[in-house]
Structure formats: C-alpha cells, structure tokens
C-alpha cells in the first residue's frame, strides 16, 4: 500500500505518483492509514472492459445495418426491410441510452421514450406500407403504458414527488391526444383511443384525491388554478 501526504489517502496502486495531486507516493504499511483510495488498477481494467464491449456493440450494429442493407438491394423485391432492422437497432440504443446509461431521472426517460418509440414505430409502419397500426393502436397504448409506469414510479419514490409530478402530468395531457387525431380521422380505431382517454382522465382524478395539500397548492401554483 503507498500513501500521499498531501492527499491523506492510502493508493492501491504500483504507480509512483498520487492520481488526485501527482505528488511522489511513498510506501506504508496497511494499518497507518485509515482512508484509502480506490483500488486504480482494477477500476481502469473494468472501464477498459466496458468500453471495449460497448465498441463490440456499436461495430456489430453497424455489421448488421449494412449487411441487411446490402443484402436488401441484392434480393430487391419492393420492400425496404431492412430499414425495419435498422429501426430495431436504433430502438435498442435508444432504450440502453435512456434506461440503463442515462443520467437524467426515471421521469425524464420515460417522456423520452414515449416521443421516441412511436415515431420508430411510425417509420416502421410507412416502410411496410403505412397499414397504420402504429397510430392506430400503438401509440395510444404507449401513452397509457407510459402513464403506469411514472405512477408506478411516484408509488415507490413518495418523498420525490415533486420531481416527477411533472412528467406524469406531460405524459397525462399526452393521454388526450389520441383523441384528438381520432376526431380530426388520422385514428380509425377507438377503443385504443378509448383506453388512453380513460386512464388519463382515471390518472388525473385519482391525483387531485389523494394528493395532499401541499401537492394541490403546488399544482395551483404551477398552472395557476
């Protein structure tokens, strides 16, 4: 174990000088310290790993991209597919970019998700010949499906519900806008449409219950009821 003095840290590390001040380290016994500093070997061969999995990734997807592109173009029938591959794997960035590497709260990625999920799905559905399943059913299900998920998340963290009421209202007034498009006709279906208006108007009424005071005032304040 070597020690800084100027740091006051024990470094577990063969290198000569401190990471933090650069200064000499001189070497000590395990007991003469009592702070100590990560272990800097170790933590640089696991971000190195990381690093070196996430270009595997990266360079597969892009493999995989162009080789369904080119064979696309080489067994041409009419349809586009593999632009549908490359959606898919766009998705999966999207959603290990915003779900697992994001630094933004819960909230924040759920909206995320919910703007861009369906415009994927959208592309997806003009490249297969726009049959619209995707405004038709999918996006008033994801609405839906978005709206659980941040009450879900207001549930189990109760002492932040400041920080995430927002989203929930954004992805609530987000509920009504199926409705919208099925009047104006761009939705033929309803009863997706259905679905999402009910559970907005459910997730708006059981919010202005069984908030507290302070959550109503807050709500008044914000939107100057």
Known sequence: MKYCNKCKLSVNSTKKHCPLCYLDLTVTKDNECVDSYPDLDSNIILISRYNFIFRLMLFISVVVATTCFFINLLTWSGLLWSLIIVL??????????????????????VVCNMIVLPLLLVAADLITGWHQWSVNIVMPLIISASTLTI???????????????????????????PIILYLCGFIKEFWPVGTSLLYAVITIVG???FADKQLKNELQKRFHL
């Open 88 to 109: 898919g794997i766009i998705l999966s960035w999207e959603i290990v970019a915003f779900l697992i590497l994001g630094k933004k709260n819960s909230g924040f990625k």
């Open 207 to 209: 919010i202005w219950i």
């Open 151 to 177: 009450t879900i998340i207001l549930y189990k963290k109760r002492t932040k519900w400041r920080e995430y009421m927002i989203y929930q209202l954004i992805i609530t007034i987000n509920g009504f806008i």
